[in-house]
């Protein structure tokens, strides 16, 4: 702080006498200097947040941060996102963005398990194929796509199964994502359920199995050479599943899936398989390493045990499924003052694996209860609702904003967190503390 | 004749005096106009790229962020076998961990992935992880 006011004095055509004057302040009383030079620092932390950096970590205690805290990096096809990791690409979506239900492709987060992912696409050899356990398999063209199936759109939100991962306490070790790994975007594609039925599923099927276009270095059969994501076919999720093609009435980025993603309404992203290439019925439950024990969840209320209880072998721990109920504040920040008795509108999003979200509540902690938000543009069940609040506080000080939401099927949003061993499942209430001064 | 104690009365008065009027122009300086020299961190803009009307569809290289590994016995291991299938950035990305976590980590890659690490190479790496990746020992 002190370094930086000095550069910031060198600046200036009579900055030269006053830094000498400080410097004989402080040569002649050090408690005085003292004083003064703590003085100084307290101005400095009013300065633009811009001046001052986010740690490069955080922990071992939970992030305080409404993102992760990597630096912004560019990527093909994508404006500047928060980088969690640069091979495999991982990258999270700034807050800002979910001020609107809609998350344009440029911003959507991304999350790759493996390095050897598509930079090139040739659709005139591409194939989505239909195979296994089936009458006859297919070998299906993006145009055949296009063209020999109606057309279905749907908006829905694709959260990563790690998101917020680092408000754990104790901290989990995986992607470090704070709230950023989700997004929601309109898809556009094809019936799921229309591609199995045209290869005719056999009896004796169990379970649907997706791959797509990555790969890893490892060794062949491990789970660092491919990622595989399998879906009970008596699950119902697979009537609302699409075969996307476009995404908000564009081609999928490269790193969101190009030429096509799974899309599964209600469920984590890890089933929304990306650049899908293989679809296979199975006739036994796939046991490979992404489904057993990659991405499963205790078999516990809200997914929730202690490490002692995991190590101790009490839990039945089950596939990771539908997304609990989540609200978010996105404006205010915090990173600005607000005048008292200035109206401000606070902003955000929300939604629920299952369901639609059915009422948001806002509360400042002041006046004690909750209220009732104002819900946006209902765009589906599976989409962002965003919501405002009409806020005026009335006192300068500190305010602890919080947000709640209830969905349709009467799940509310509790007031604590989650603990597994993967780091999933966090849809604990939202904060945002606001600093209001004085009017006058 | 003025006397030692009340000499030292003024000079503290007089010093008093100073360090609010510097402090006053340090402030004076900060509300308005102030500006100071920074890292823009700018972003190339790309150019158009010219396309063909072939069924190929690409996208540029995917630009990697490296960061650095704290230095110390162990990193050339990490370095060679780790980045096999990830940047160290699966590393720095991490919160401190405790030193059990990280063995527990290593060993995954081994037989849950399939890392293939010679035992003196994975040991080396856990103990580097352990003393420098902990909540008692992280510095960076």
Redesign the interface.
């Known amino acids: 702080m002190l370094a930086h006011n000095e550069s910031h004095m060198e600046n200036k055509s009579n900055a030269y006498t006053r830094r000498s004057l400080l410097k004989t302040i402080a040569v002649g009383s050090g408690t005085l200097a003292l004083s003064h030079f703590a003085g100084a620092t307290a101005l400095a932390q009013q300065l633009p947040a811009a001046a001052k950096r986010l740690p490069s970590f955080t922990g071992p205690g939970p992030n305080p941060y409404w993102n992760s805290v990597g630096p912004m990096a560019t990527y093909p096809q994508k404006a500047p996102l928060v980088l969690l990791t640069d091979r495999p690409v991982q990258l999270e979506t700034p807050r800002n963005y979910f001020l609107n239900a809609i998350t344009p492709n440029e911003a959507f987060f991304v999350r790759w398990h493996l390095e050897s992912i598509p930079n090139e696409v040739d659709l005139s050899s591409w194939r989505l194929r239909i195979e296994g356990n089936v009458n006859k398999p297919l070998a299906l063209t993006f145009s055949d796509l296009l063209h020999k199936f109606k057309p279905v759109t749907l908006a829905a939100v694709n959260q990563c199964s790690g998101n917020s991962r680092s408000r754990f306490g104790p901290r989990v070790a995986g992607g470090q994502w704070g709230n950023g790994a989700m997004g929601c975007a309109r898809w556009t594609g094809v019936h799921f359920r229309e591609l199995l039925d045209m290869a005719g599923v056999k009896s004796g099927s169990v379970q649907v199995q997706m791959q797509g276009l990555e790969r890893g270095k490892g060794p062949k059969g491990m789970p660092s050479y491919e990622f595989k994501k399998s879906l009970d076919l008596s699950n119902p999720v697979l009537d609302e599943s699409i075969v996307a093609y476009s995404m908000n009435g564009e081609p999928l980025p490269m790193l969101n899936g190009f030429p096509i993603r799974l899309i599964v309404p209600g469920y984590f992203a890890t089933y929304w398989v990306k650049c899908l290439t293989e679809v296979r019925l199975l006739d036994k439950p796939d046991e490979n390493f992404w489904m057993n024990p990659a991405y499963r969840v205790p078999d516990t209320p809200r997914g929730t045990t202690t490490s002692a209880d995991v190590a101790a072998g009490k839990v039945r721990m089950i596939p990771i499924n539908r997304m609990p109920v989540r609200s978010f504040i996105i404006s205010p920040d915090g990173a600005t003052k607000i005048p008292a008795g200035l109206p401000v509108t606070v902003r955000g999003t929300s939604f629920s694996g299952y369901g639609r979200v059915a009422k948001v509540e806002f509360s400042d902690a002041t006046r004690g209860g909750w209220r009732e938000a104002k819900l946006g543009e209902d765009l589906g069940p599976y989409a962002f609702r965003t919501w405002e609040y009409p806020w005026t506080p009335d006192r300068p000080g500190k305010y602890s904003l919080a947000v709640r939401a209830t969905d349709e099927k009467g799940n509310v949003q509790p007031d604590e967190g989650v603990w597994n061993p993967g780091g999933y499942l966090w849809n604990k209430i939202e904060r945002q503390e606001v600093t209001v001064g004085e009017p006058a | 004749m003025i006397g030692a104690g009340k000499k030292r009365r003024i000079f503290?008065a007089l010093?008093?005096g100073?360090?609010v009027l510097?402090?006053g122009?340090?402030?004076a300086?900060?509300q308005i106009g102030?500006?100071?020299?920074?890292n823009l961190?700018s972003?190339v803009q790309p150019a158009p790229p010219r396309l063909q009307t072939?069924?190929?569809?690409?996208?540029?290289?995917?630009?990697?962020?490296?960061?650095q590994l704290v230095p110390g016995v162990g990193r050339q291991d990490a370095a060679a076998y780790c980045n096999?299938?990830?940047?160290p950035?699966?590393i720095?990305?991490?919160?401190?961990?405790p030193a059990a976590?990280w063995k527990a980590?290593v060993d995954k890659m081994g037989k849950?992935?399939?890392?293939?690490i010679p035992t003196g190479a994975q040991a080396r790496i856990i103990k580097y992880l352990e003393t420098h990746y902990t909540?008692e020992t992280?510095k960076?």
């Open positions: 503290f010093l008093i100073v360090c510097a402090v122009a340090i402030y300086d900060l102030y500006y100071t020299s920074a961190g972003v072939n069924g190929v569809y690409s996208v540029a290289a995917y630009p990697l962020y490296t960061p096999t299938c990830h940047t950035s699966y720095t990305m991490q919160p401190p961990l976590t980590e849950a992935f399939g890392a293939q909540p992280r960076h």
